[in-house]
């Protein structure tokens, strides 16, 4: 039987780092995940499951390369997480694993039914690609050398009653344990013998690649050789995971997403390799011209990540290729920054529907600025962005409050507006990472 590790993480911990504004939830975060790892270890010892506990770490990566030193080829790992940027009072759960490995994703979609099926009043919001989290990438899920999952909690545990705080805890770990025992037993029956792992075809551009790819665990893996072929420089980068199988250096495929290259199935064991793609990353950065979505594409990948946008916005996706469209604005950095900034169309009480100020624009008067319909509040986003992206003269009436205290043409990149825009220094990756994930979801990638 399969070893399970277990892991609390904390503080938003994205890409090996901790994500600004997180320290301050952590502090509340780490004491309520150290005690559900400790509940679910001892729960799943009392069933007889060889569990062990990975210690308290400062960094992620402390507690991969732990897990790493320690891993036998058929153990299994779950990092257990609260959202810090989770609204007070949202309460859920979801599971993320590894984008792109099917095989993962049925083992999370296995652990959250087992999980919800405990906790019967906890919302299932559902399993999720590491590339649909903030920066694009969880090294949890990424860097591990043993199958890895990451379950977020939204906790809401009961502020007064000692005994049911306690209670509510041990639901939650319970169900902790009914989930890792599901994955454990459909992980059970490897061997621990050096594995011979299962060979696959390539094709790069269109054309047949004469070496083979291997996939371990469910991850496509390519001869280092090629990632020099396609100019994605992995040999000297400590987060692209690398190993020596039958004298050859295989990369893990995922890792070269950052390096503007697409991996996806094939026909049967074939998986194709792109680098010539349609968008480059200098047009992905570039504010002014135009998009590669449709009003269509931009809808639906709107739906996909918030199933219930307020019918007064459903025409948003196409305000915003209209108005990005008059001005020479690209709609698809425009409306992917409207994404970010409201959390895919989910408002706070500061920052309201009703104000129709979909980039947390600013007002002349220090407030937020406040627009009367949602095809003002749109033109005024993007007539923000040409300001700082152009010097170009805008073609419809100003309806931002702030234009004119703008440089024109300071910031023509999304890189240049992002320490303008936010005081989030991952903004400009976060806004880039979201862009990629909508031209995946709109198959442009």
């Not at 007064?160 to 169900?175: F, I, P």
């Not at 050096?194 to 696959?200: F, G, M, R």
């Not at 090629?226 to 100019?231: E, F, K």
């Not at 005024?380 to 992206?389: D, E, G, I, N, S």
Request: hydrophobic share 40%; aromatic share 8%.
């Amino acid at each position: 039987m399969a070893r399970i590790f277990i892991a609390a993480t904390y503080g938003g911990i994205e890409m090996g780092g901790q994500e600004p504004n997180s320290a301050l939830s952590a502090t509340t975060e780490a004491p309520e995940m150290l005690l559900l790892r400790d509940l679910a270890v001892a729960e799943l010892r009392g069933r007889n499951f060889e569990v062990i506990s990975v210690p308290d770490f400062e960094r992620v990566q402390q507690t991969i390369d732990w897990i790493d030193r320690r891993a036998h080829t058929n153990d299994v790992a779950l990092g257990i997480h609260a959202d810090a940027y989770a609204q007070a009072g949202v309460q859920g759960a979801s599971v993320f694993y590894i984008s792109k490995n099917g095989e993962r994703k049925n083992h999370a979609q296995m652990m959250l039914t087992a999980f919800c099926g405990r906790l019967n009043d906890m919302p299932n919001l559902g399993v999720k690609p590491d590339s649909s989290s903030a920066l694009g990438s969880l090294a949890f899920c990424r860097r591990l050398g043993i199958p890895s999952l990451l379950m977020e909690i939204g906790l809401n545990i009961p502020t007064q009653d000692r005994s049911a705080q306690q209670q509510y805890r041990r639901e939650v770990a319970l169900g902790i344990a009914d989930a890792l025992a599901a994955w454990n037993r459909d992980m059970a029956g490897g061997s621990s013998k050096a594995p011979d792992y299962l060979p696959i075809e390539l094709q790069v551009n269109g054309e047949p690649y004469p070496e083979h790819g291997i996939l371990i665990n469910g991850n496509v893996y390519i001869p280092i050789d090629l990632a020099d072929r396609l100019s994605a420089n992995v040999a000297g980068n400590p987060l692209v995971r690398r190993i020596r199988y039958r004298g050859v250096i295989y990369v893990k495929s995922i890792e070269l997403r950052d390096f503007h290259i697409s991996v996806t199935p094939g026909l049967g064991r074939t998986f194709q390799i792109r680098s010539q793609l349609p968008i480059t990353l200098d047009e992905m950065e570039r504010i002014v011209g135009t998009g590669q979505t449709t009003p269509e594409q931009l809808q639906a990948f709107l739906a996909a990540n918030n199933a219930n946008v307020p019918p007064e916005l459903a025409n948003l996706p196409q305000l915003y290729f209209d108005e990005c469209s008059i001005e020479g604005i690209n709609w698809d950095m425009a409306f992917v920054q409207m994404c970010m900034e409201t959390r895919f169309l989910h408002f706070s009480e500061a920052l309201p529907a009703s104000k129709n100020n979909f980039a947390s624009l600013g007002g002349s008067d220090a407030d937020w600025a406040h627009f009367a319909n949602p095809q003002s509040g749109v033109r005024a986003h993007v007539q923000q962005l040409k300001a700082y992206a152009s010097t170009a003269d805008l073609q419809q009436a100003i309806t931002s409050p702030r234009f004119f205290t703008v440089r024109r043409g300071v910031a023509p990149t999304v890189r240049q507006l992002a320490t303008r825009w936010s005081t989030d220094g991952s903004y400009a990756p976060k806004l880039l990472a979201t862009m990629r994930r909508m031209y995946e979801f709109a198959n442009l990638f």
